[in-house]
């Protein structure tokens, strides 16, 4: 079989198995476990701490002792466990617990999937710069089909969502086995050391004040990532209690309409390298910056109504730019300012920033804004909207007067 077409399988079931439970979980915890806003935060809170060292961790086993895809198998088995675990889980503590527990298997394999890509698709001969996103694509369309099935087959509000992903991670455990084994380097003076591997020798680079500044507001912009993708679900289903939108699209459906956010991001992605050149990375920022003041003020007054839904779906449509133009220009930026012997080290110290220390202050900080405006079992997304909105503002203005500018080939 193809080599291609087995790492498209692969990351179509990576992503599938993430896009079935990551949107709709908070909704099934808030409806039907009757969890508070703080205990949902909490929970999603657990991917930011399991991606502050994992990822790390596992890439040493990975470099030293257990094939990569082996590795991957075994974490995916265990992520299967866990999440059928999750499934009979009715109380707040033990759903952090778990949901941590598998999060420290999953996450690491996010990093692992695109190693084994590189190294297949080597080993075949092939070039990874022209090859691979046509094959990563197909783990947002995973990501996509998953949020689709969850939507059509009802079961956003159950615990069968868990269920759902559990069956994809002992589907991708297996298949994985399909891949041709990852020989392990021998050469000791071609392993990264411990130190490197695990991002640490790319904190000298808080010593140059932009790249600290780049860093700090990294962390600022991973706690954005996380809100929609935690509260977006449950601030659509609250439509239900207005009896007009009761049976609306936006109701019955809304994982189909939160995954035109992810639509939104392939197109996106096109024009990052062009704004990049262009305008430089502190543009580029400030345009997501602003596309989050756009995405959380559309959120704020939108509503199945004929205008609000106009609304929601342009929220929708300005995820792609809101995501892609931090996160995507973010990397890039990343890999041509620092020196070629930290880079990996650099790429995963942004990701700590972003995908750790970030997304868990966002998920966390997020869960008790959603909790101070509920009265009475009753939320009031639009003041808490409205509050993102207005945080996203002042990080683009503050932003705007302390980093100085920088283009892609490092033209001022």
């Known amino acids: 079989m193809n080599i291609k077409f087995k790492l498209k399988v692969i990351f179509f079931l990576q992503f599938f198995i993430w896009g079935s439970w990551l949107i709709t979980l908070g909704s099934y915890m808030m409806e039907t476990l009757h969890f508070t806003g703080t205990t949902v935060g909490t929970v999603y809170g657990t991917m930011g701490i399991a991606s502050l060292f994992m990822p790390g961790l596992l890439g040493v086993v990975a470099d030293r002792w257990i094939p990569a895809n082996r590795l991957f198998m075994l974490c995916h088995l265990f992520g299967a466990i866990t999440l059928f675990i999750a499934a009979s889980v009715t109380t707040p503590f033990m759903m952090v617990v778990v949901i941590l527990i598998h999060c420290l298997a999953f996450m690491p394999t996010i990093a692992i999937s695109n190693s084994i890509s590189y190294a297949c698709l080597e080993s075949e001969g092939l070039d990874v710069i022209s090859q691979f996103p046509s094959i990563r694509i197909f783990g947002t369309i995973g990501f996509i089909v998953a949020m689709w099935l969850v939507s059509f087959l009802k079961v956003g509000l159950s615990n069968v969502q868990l269920y759902i992903a559990a069956g994809g991670s002992i589907l991708l455990s297996l298949y994985s086995l399909t891949l041709p084994l990852i020989v392990i380097a021998k050469d000791e003076s071609k392993r990264k050391s411990l130190v490197s591997s695990l ?214």
């Open 199 to 412: 991002g640490l020798d790319a904190f000298v680079l808080f010593k140059q004040p932009r790249i600290a500044i780049f860093f700090v507001f990294a962390v600022f912009l991973g706690g954005i990532l996380q809100i929609t993708n935690t509260f977006g679900n449950p601030f659509l289903l609250s439509f239900k209690s207005i009896p007009e939108y009761a049976d609306s699209l936006v109701v019955q459906y809304p994982s189909v309409l939160l995954s035109i956010s992810q639509m939104s991001e392939v197109v996106f992605i096109l024009f990052v390298p062009f704004f990049m050149k262009r305008f430089g990375i502190k543009y580029v920022m400030l345009i997501s910056m602003l596309a989050w003041v756009a995405r959380f003020g559309l959120f704020a007054f939108g509503d199945p109504s004929p205008v609000g839904f106009t609304l929601l779906l342009l929220s929708m449509i300005v995820y792609g730019c809101a995501f892609d133009f931090y996160n995507i220009s973010g990397s890039m930026y990343v890999d041509k300012t620092v020196s070629p012997d930290i880079r990996n080290s650099a790429q995963g110290l942004f990701m700590i920033m972003t995908n750790g220390i970030g997304a868990y202050l966002g998920s966390t900080i997020s869960g008790v804004v959603v909790d101070l405006y509920t009265v009475n079992g009753v939320i009031d997304w639009r003041t808490i909207w409205l509050i993102f909105a207005g945080y996203s503002l002042l990080l683009a203005i503050i932003f705007v007067f302390i980093f100085k500018n920088d283009t892609l080939d490092n033209r001022n």
